[in-house]
Every structure is written in structure tokens, then in C-alpha cells.
């Protein structure tokens, strides 16, 4: 007996969820087929489509899931931090812990979503910009604290993500490098290109670039 008329559960939507994330990760948006998430879920259509009226919804849903899940873990760490710098020196560990984490969602949110269209294009270009917006409050904070000079944060901030981006999609298709793994080489290169001096003291490590 199928639930045509499903009751709503957060566990059923979170098992359709999973399930479009090992799909589209495997598949790609445009070979998966709403009976493919069905069956990885062990639901039904009247389920799915309970929760999402079309593969498209489910998509953009993932997107918005892997920004909150990110966004909500740099909160919770940085805001702790009392300087601009510490907080970007921490976000950027955050950010490369959490994408080695859910490489899945990664490779949804910041590979897939690019040239499916205007409704991907508008998500993933909000997306990008929520994550701009917070590196450069953090810049604006360093500046005015003197951590370091006046720039232009917003070309800064845009700097910064565009190389986040590049080390994750390559990572994302080949595998390398670990986002762990280019963490030193990376905060030092941006650190430096915000005039950060040498002897800066790393919040996430402790260790001076």
C-alpha cells in the first residue's frame, strides 16, 4: 500500500534529502529521475512529492541546506572570536572542514548548480553572495580595529571566495587536493593579500604564518 496521502514527517523529508544527495552526486541533476530518489529513500512519489513538487525544488532545497549548514557552523565558531582576523582566520578552517565533510552537497551546491539554468544561476549566485558578505564584514571589522590596512573589502571578499571556490570544484572533480590539506597554503595566501603582517598569530592553530 502506497501513502499517496503521506502524513508530513521531518524524518521522511530528511530520508528523501539524504537520498537526492547520493542520487545527484552520482548522477548529475540531468540523469536523475524523481524514481530514482524514491527508490534510494524507500518511499514513494506521493511522498516526494508531498515534500517537493518537482527535481528541481528537491535540487535548489539542497543548496539552501548545504548554505545553512555551512553559514550555521562558521556562526557558531567565529562569533566567539573577538577580532575581525581571528574570525577569518577561523572561518577559513570551517569552511574546508565542512566541505571535506559533506563532499556530496559541496559538489550539489557549488558544481552542479552552474549552467542548469536562471533559477540555478540566481541560488548559487545568493548563495555565494551570503558567503561574501560575511568575509567582508569580518574585513571591515579588521580594518577598523587596525588588524590591517584599508582596502577594499568587498574586491577582497570576492577574491576570497572566488579562491575558496576554485580549490573546492577541483577538489570536487579530481579529488585533490584535501581542503585540509591546502589550509596552510592557502590562509597564508590570503592573509597576505589583506596585508595581514607575518608574525600574525593563526586562531585556529596558533601557529604564525
Same mark, same amino acid.
Given at each position: 500500500?502506497? /501513502?499517496?496521502? %503521506?502524513?508530513?514527517?521531518?524524518?521522511?523529508?530528511?530520508?528523501?534529502?539524504?537520498?537526492?544527495?547520493?542520487?545527484?552526486?552520482?548522477?548529475?541533476?540531468?540523469?536523475? @529521475?524523481?524514481? /530514482?530518489?524514491?527508490?534510494?529513500?524507500?518511499?514513494? #512519489?506521493?511522498?516526494? +512529492?508531498? +515534500?517537493? %513538487?518537482?527535481?528541481? $525544488?528537491?535540487? *535548489?532545497?539542497?543548496? $539552501?541546506?548545504?548554505?545553512?549548514? *555551512?553559514?550555521?557552523?562558521?556562526?557558531?565558531?567565529?562569533?566567539?572570536?573577538?577580532?575581525?582576523?581571528?574570525?577569518? /582566520?577561523?572561518?577559513?578552517?570551517?569552511?574546508?572542514?565542512?566541505?571535506?565533510? +559533506?563532499?556530496?552537497?559541496? @559538489?550539489?551546491?557549488?558544481?552542479?548548480?552552474?549552467?542548469?539554468?536562471?533559477?540555478?544561476?540566481? #541560488?548559487?549566485?545568493?548563495?555565494?553572495?551570503?558567503?561574501?558578505?560575511?568575509? #567582508?564584514?569580518?574585513? $571591515?571589522?579588521?580594518?577598523?580595529?587596525?588588524?590591517?590596512?584599508?582596502? /577594499?573589502?568587498?574586491?577582497?571578499?570576492?577574491?576570497?571566495?572566488?579562491?575558496?571556490?576554485?580549490?573546492? =570544484?577541483?577538489?570536487? +572533480?579530481?579529488?585533490?587536493?584535501?581542503?585540509?590539506?591546502? =589550509?596552510?597554503?592557502?590562509?597564508? *595566501?590570503?592573509?597576505?593579500?589583506?596585508?595581514?603582517?607575518?608574525?600574525? #598569530?593563526?586562531?585556529?592553530?596558533?601557529?604564525?604564518?
Amino acid at each position: 500500500m502506497t /501513502d499517496a496521502s %503521506p502524513i508530513p514527517t521531518q524524518e521522511t523529508r530528511e530520508r528523501i534529502l539524504e537520498a537526492a544527495v547520493k542520487v545527484f552526486a552520482t548522477k548529475g541533476y540531468h540523469d536523475t @529521475k524523481v524514481d /530514482d530518489i524514491v527508490s534510494e529513500s524507500r518511499t514513494s #512519489k506521493g511522498s516526494f +512529492y508531498f +515534500y517537493f %513538487p518537482s527535481k528541481q $525544488d528537491i535540487f *535548489l532545497a539542497l543548496v $539552501d541546506t548545504f548554505a545553512e549548514l *555551512l553559514e550555521s557552523r562558521l556562526r557558531a565558531r567565529i562569533d566567539s572570536e573577538t577580532s575581525g582576523m581571528a574570525r577569518l /582566520d577561523l572561518a577559513l578552517h570551517v569552511c574546508l572542514e565542512t566541505f571535506g565533510q +559533506y563532499r556530496g552537497l559541496a @559538489k550539489i551546491a557549488f558544481v552542479q548548480a552552474t549552467g542548469l539554468g536562471l533559477a540555478f544561476e540566481e #541560488k548559487r549566485r545568493a548563495v555565494n553572495d551570503r558567503f561574501i558578505e560575511i568575509i #567582508k564584514n569580518n574585513l $571591515d571589522e579588521a580594518v577598523a580595529e587596525g588588524s590591517i590596512p584599508a582596502l /577594499d573589502t568587498e574586491v577582497a571578499a570576492c577574491a576570497w571566495m572566488g579562491a575558496l571556490n576554485e580549490i573546492i =570544484l577541483r577538489w570536487v +572533480y579530481t579529488g585533490q587536493p584535501d581542503p585540509i590539506r591546502t =589550509l596552510p597554503a592557502l590562509r597564508k *595566501l590570503l592573509l597576505q593579500s589583506v596585508g595581514v603582517p607575518l608574525k600574525t #598569530k593563526s586562531a585556529a592553530n596558533g601557529d604564525g604564518i
